[in-house]
């Protein structure tokens, strides 16, 4: 899950090294903390938080594969 999310993260800003996922799992759920270099978060959350939705939404869609709960958090 988190190389997934890295790969459509690192596509969408300009300082791809300084993406940092903090993924927790237990049985049932997944919560992936992302954090981006301060002048991205405006391309990772989009205009009227869209980009966000959809990234939240594709990573729902893989999890749902996995019979598991997925919970994207953009830490600013």
């Not at 800003?13 to 991205?40: F, M």
Request: no cysteine; proline share 1%; glycine share 6%.
């Amino acid at each position: 899950m988190k190389e997934i999310l890295e790969t459509i993260l690192r596509n969408l800003v300009e300082n791809p090294d300084q993406i940092q996922i903090t993924e927790t799992e237990n049985e049932k759920e997944i919560v992936l903390e992302v954090k981006v270099a301060e002048a991205d978060m405006g391309r990772v959350i989009g205009r009227q938080g869209k980009v966000a939705s959809s990234i939240r939404t594709i990573m729902k869609s893989i999890a749902g594969k996995e019979k598991k709960k997925i919970t994207v958090e953009f830490i600013g």
